[in-house]
Structure formats: structure tokens, C-alpha cells
């Protein structure tokens, strides 16, 4: 029996759970897929907004200006890369410049600090490379940016590591409510808990559904981007946007903290929660706005396109509420809702005390984890030190992003444990360069192999059927 269940693996989900940690509770993740920080949280803009776009008095507005004054601390405490690179939104005529004058009000009625709008001369000395066509813009100096599926990894391990337990593989099904408790279904394994928080993105209204809530809805909203190569990385130092539009912030140019250029994202709604892939359609676009908001966006540099998909609430706001007893709602929580997720966590844990959570701290609480990428930002002193501690630092398995096989032992095996290439590729960066993993798949292959005890034909890219090889060639008869 657990004290409280937190239904879903993202970033939501693992700063909820990371929070709830702190607490003298017995607490558990439920996730359905197979690792954490599968669903929005590992395919985003990785943007910590500076809190000027959500409407004033909604919960995105102050969840927003709160989250974001609270990430550096926790990305620091969880050994995550942060960066407070700044953001620009960016007019080209006097319709867009009265929409930033807009955006500029909002932004000081929310409470977001340092605030200005800028003329084309600041403009050009802020980013030289934004296009000439652009006549001012709104900067935000606060505006930042980090990893979202790193940050989902090192909330839930450090959740884990102060004794959470994750239970992946487990769709939710059912939910009865047994009275002083709920026991919650996967068809094959079954959890009870005294509370239910519901952070299952794309999936919360099911959820809530199974409870008696038909309060709201949630749709996908595809999100197309192209990330290229490193060597693009310094076109750009800030976020730079368009001016939003209703369905959403539009396509931004932006380096990300690991050197990289990423452009995106597209706004399309759909209705299929499950298709994730890119379009022609979606990714020119992406091409041909990028372009016209930067000068000098090299795509022909691009190493890969990937799509995400937000969770769009019915209601226009997050859906963050106690409908009935035991039972939280965090939904709908599309952006900003990674730069609101510290922030979220709070709130939640204040929802269950007023529904009668006992929140009485743990002395022995950890807020701490060690950084996944220490051995790379090391000193070359450092490094040597490490390698005669451990010689498999010494030995680099991805060429292109210089991770050796140290830092990938050590990624299998802190928790989440990783149980795939693509759990290995989230925590270390492995397969994240030029070649996309062509020439150091197989090396990881066999590591996931040994650390986890199964015959190399059964690792997989990432879970369930997709298996990566079917037999040997050489050594034994095929089958």
C-alpha cells in the first residue's frame, strides 16, 4: 500500500514525485512505457519561458514566473545543465510591434523581471544574425534553456534514491475507488494507494475518466523540429521567437545547452495521440521560418528531424485541481509547462495537504545527484583521475560526442536504470551525434547486454518489438 501513486513518467510527473520524496510517504511512478521521459518531455523546445506569453491571474501565468525562478537551483541541485541564455520575441512590422508592446505589459503584470522592449540597433548588437527585416523585439533576459528529458531522469532517480519506487511498463486501465483507497490496474499488475496524482499528459483525461471526472479533454498538438549539427550551435546565444499567434509561440531559433542549433516547432492539432512522425509539409515550414527570423541557418548541417506532441487541455489553462477526494488532477499541461514543472510540484503537494496528506519532512532528504555528463566537462586533470580510478573512462565508445564507456556503466546503472539504446542515448549522448549512433550502437548493445544479463539479440532500441538484431550470422546455425 502506498501513501501516494503519481501516474506518469515525464517531467510533471518526476518533479511531482521528486517533491512528494521530501515526505515521510511511501510513494510510487506509474509509467507506461518503457523508461521515463517518453512522451512530451523527451521532444520539446527545452525552453525555460520567462513567463510574458500566459494570460495574467491563469495558473500558467504564475506557475510560470515561479518555475522559472526556481530552475536554476533545481538543475543545480540535480547536476543538469542549465543555461540563462535570454529570449527574444521578434516583430517585423508595426502589427507585430504592438503585439510585443503587449506581450511586454503582460509580462510586467505577471511579475516577470528585466523586461524590455528593444529597437533594431539593440537588436542587432543582442544577435547580429537575426534578420535584418526585423524592426524590434521584446528580450527577456531571464529567459533560459536545459535538457527536458534530463531533467525528467534526474528528478525521477533522485525521487528513487530517496526510496520511490518506479514501476514502468504499467498502463493504467482501471482505477476503483475502495474507499479509504484506490486500487489502480494494469491488467497485469495491480497498485494500491491512499492518493492518486494524475500527471499523465496526453493520457490525463483518461485518467480522470476512470475516477468519475469528464471535466475536461486533452488533445495532441504535433511539434516538427530540425536539430543540426554543433557547428552551428553559436549562429544564435538567445531564444529567438516569432511573435505567437493562437496556436502557440511559432518557430523559434535557439542553441540548446549541449552546443547544438535547434529550430521548431511546427503547431498542428490532431487527434491520434500516438503518431509521432515528421511530415514534408511540417519540416519546411520549419526551414523556411527559421530562415526568415536568422540569417545563415545552415540546414544542409541538420543531423536529425524528430516531432512531439503536446498536451492541449480543453479548458485553456492548466488543469490542476482536486476534483475529488484523493484524487489531483496535473493536466493539460502543455507550454510552459516544462518551465512550470518546479512550480506544479508545489502546488500538487499543497492540493494533497488540503485533502488531508499527512506532509511531514524527511530528515534524511537528498536533494542532491551527481551530474550524468561530469566525466565530459571535466578538467583534463580530473579526467586522468578518473581513469585511474576506473579505466573504462578511458575507453570513448561515441566518437562524436566523446562519451566513454564509464559514463555509459554509470548511466545502466543509476537509477532509472536505462534498458534500451535510446534510455542510454537520453542519459549520456551517446548516438546523439553526426553518425547517429552508426558506429557505437553496437558497443552499447553489448553492454545493455551484459549489465542487464540477456543475450545480445534481445536489447532493443526502445522496448517492446523493436528489436535491433534478430540472430547471428556466424557461430551457430540460423534458425
Do not use: W
Not at 521548431?264 to 503518431?275: A, R
Not at 545493455?448 to 556466424?474: D, H, R, W
Amino acid at each position: 500500500m502506498y501513501d501516494v501513486a503519481v501516474i506518469g513518467g515525464g517531467v510533471v510527473g518526476g518533479m511531482i514525485a521528486r517533491k512528494l520524496s521530501s515526505y515521510r510517504l511511501d510513494l510510487c511512478i506509474l509509467e507506461k512505457a518503457h523508461d521515463v521521459a517518453m512522451g512530451a518531455s523527451s521532444a520539446n523546445s527545452a525552453i525555460v519561458h520567462a513567463g510574458f506569453d500566459a494570460k495574467e491571474g491563469s495558473l500558467k501565468a504564475k506557475l510560470n514566473v515561479k518555475g522559472s525562478e526556481m530552475m536554476e537551483k533545481v538543475c543545480r541541485e540535480l547536476g543538469v545543465k542549465y543555461q540563462n541564455n535570454g529570449s527574444l520575441v521578434i516583430g517585423f512590422d508595426e502589427a507585430d510591434r504592438a503585439t510585443v508592446e503587449e506581450l511586454y505589459r503582460r509580462g510586467v503584470a505577471n511579475g516577470v523581471k528585466e523586461l524590455r522592449v528593444v529597437e533594431r540597433d539593440e537588436l542587432s548588437r543582442l544577435e547580429p544574425n537575426v534578420s535584418k527585416n526585423a524592426i524590434c523585439a521584446l528580450y527577456a533576459p531571464t529567459g533560459s534553456i536545459v535538457c527536458p528529458y534530463e531533467l525528467t531522469i534526474a528528478s525521477i532517480g533522485n525521487a528513487m534514491d530517496n526510496g520511490a519506487d518506479l514501476h514502468l511498463d504499467f498502463e493504467v486501465k482501471k482505477i476503483e475507488d475502495m474507499g479509504e483507497f484506490f486500487r489502480i490496474s494494469s491488467g497485469r499488475d495491480t497498485v494500491c494507494a491512499r492518493y492518486i496524482v494524475n500527471a499523465a499528459g496526453l493520457y490525463s483525461d483518461a485518467i480522470a475518466h476512470m475516477v468519475g471526472d469528464d471535466s475536461f479533454s486533452v488533445h495532441p498538438r504535433r511539434g516538427e523540429y530540425v536539430l543540426l549539427d554543433k557547428e552551428c550551435g553559436t549562429l544564435v546565444r538567445s531564444t529567438v521567437f516569432r511573435t505567437p499567434s493562437k496556436m502557440g509561440k511559432g518557430i523559434l531559433v535557439s542553441p540548446t545547452v549541449d552546443g547544438n542549433l535547434l529550430t521548431g516547432p511546427t503547431s498542428f492539432d490532431m487527434e491520434d495521440k500516438t503518431d509521432r512522425s515528421t511530415t514534408a509539409e511540417g519540416l519546411s515550414l520549419v526551414m523556411k521560418q527559421a530562415g526568415e527570423n536568422v540569417e545563415g541557418v545552415q540546414f544542409g548541417k541538420s543531423i536529425t528531424s524528430f516531432c512531439g506532441l503536446r498536451a492541449v487541455g480543453s479548458t485553456g489553462d492548466f488543469i490542476i485541481n482536486l476534483p475529488r477526494p484523493r484524487f489531483v488532477n496535473a493536466a493539460g499541461i502543455e507550454s510552459p509547462g516544462l518551465s512550470s514543472a518546479p512550480a506544479i510540484a508545489e502546488y500538487v503537494a499543497e492540493l494533497l495537504a488540503s485533502g488531508g496528506l499527512a506532509l511531514d519532512g524527511k530528515q534524511d532528504f537528498n536533494p542532491y545527484r551527481a551530474p550524468m555528463h561530469a566525466f565530459r566537462e571535466g578538467t583534463l586533470e580530473e579526467k586522468n583521475e578518473m581513469i585511474k580510478k576506473d579505466p573504462s573512462y578511458g575507453h570513448i565508445i561515441c566518437r562524436c560526442e566523446t562519451v566513454s564507456e564509464g559514463e555509459i556503466l554509470a548511466a545502466i546503472r543509476q537509477n532509472p536504470k536505462p534498458r534500451d539504446l535510446d534510455g542510454v542515448k537520453r542519459r549520456t549522448r551517446a548516438q546523439m551525434g553526426r553518425c547517429q549512433g552508426g558506429f557505437c550502437a553496437p558497443y552499447i548493445v553489448e553492454l545493455l547486454a551484459n549489465e542487464m544479463q540477456i543475450p545480445y539479440e534481445e536489447v532493443t532500441k526502445f522496448g517492446g518489438g523493436s528489436l535491433i538484431n534478430y540472430n547471428k550470422t556466424k557461430g551457430e546455425e540460423i534458425q
